[in-house]
């Protein structure tokens, strides 16, 4: 049987692709053992679809990787999750040089434990001239928070005559949003089954295509990312056009 990348038309791979990583406590708990081994089995689905995305050419993978929402969490829980990210951070630092990876955050960094914030904060700071692939971690994010925290800044900006009201405008509300110097993402990944958004992006993926697998994140692999492109190759994007105005546009 051919590779599926072989099947992929390179000319359509999406510049950026956004993965909610779902299922990794379904999975430690079908196999009867505790939350974190499955946090902990995600790590390596994290090194494969990276590993897939910077071979198939895409420029940007940004994964939801803890949300504001998951402070809720039982303490253990959280706390494991903050140390493996240290953790894996620390470990996968001379892999992403080598591959050329640049790494890069959105959210409320300074709102994590300090270790992690400091640690996360130099793996940036020494993969900043990187330029194979971006990979973003969304932490501490949330989406209402991002939207909130822009709008407070531009009404500061009006109020301080530093920004007219008539000025405003998407494009200028994505300058204040912390993706202002990511492109939004042009096909979203959710996996374990559920089909929901889970307060990520919302302003960014306005045209984004979702695509939905029951695969636990733990058992997410190489081949299931790349089937999740070849399914967004098969799709019209028409960005409110109807497909006649695409083809004259062609």
């Known amino acids: 049987m051919s590779d599926l990348i072989d099947i992929l038309d390179k000319n359509k791979v ?6 909610i990583m779902d299922g990794n406590g ?9 939350r974190l081994e499955g946090h902990a089995m995600g790590v390596d689905s994290v090194r494969a679809t990276l590993k897939a995305a910077r071979e198939l050419g895409v420029s940007y993978l940004t994964l939801y990787a803890f949300s504001t929402e998951n402070w809720s969490r039982p303490k253990e829980e ?12 620390t470990n996968e630092l001379d892999e992403l040089n080598e591959n050329g990876v640049r790494l890069t955050a959105i959210g409320d960094i300074d709102g994590l434990p300090e270790k992690c914030s400091l640690s996360l904060k130099n793996a940036i700071k020494d993969t900043a001239k990187n330029k194979q692939i971006t990979l973003v971690l969304a932490l501490n994010y ?5 939207i909130t925290k822009a709008i407070q800044e531009i009404s500061n900006d009006v109020s301080n005559n530093k920004l007219l009201a008539s000025e405003i405008t998407d494009s200028l509300v994505n300058s204040y949003l912390s993706t202002k110097e ?5 096909l979203l990944i959710r996996t374990s089954g559920e089909h929901r958004i889970s307060n990520f992006l919302l302003w960014q993926i306005a045209y984004t295509e979702f695509y ?26 028409r960005f409110g056009k109807v497909s006649e105005q695409l083809i004259t546009d062609k």
């Open 142 to 146: 949330s989406s209402k928070w991002e």
């Open 78 to 89: 959280v706390d494991g999750l903050m140390d493996l990210l240290v953790h894996s951070i």
């Open 182 to 186: 990511i492109p939004d993402p042009e």
């Open 14 to 19: 999406p510049k950026h692709v956004a993965v």
């Open 212 to 237: 939905f697998t029951d695969v636990h994140w733990p058992d997410f692999r190489r081949d299931d990312f790349l089937e999740a492109i070849l399914d967004y190759q098969k799709r019209e994007r």
């Open 26 to 34: 379904r999975w430690a708990k079908e196999r009867g053992q505790n």
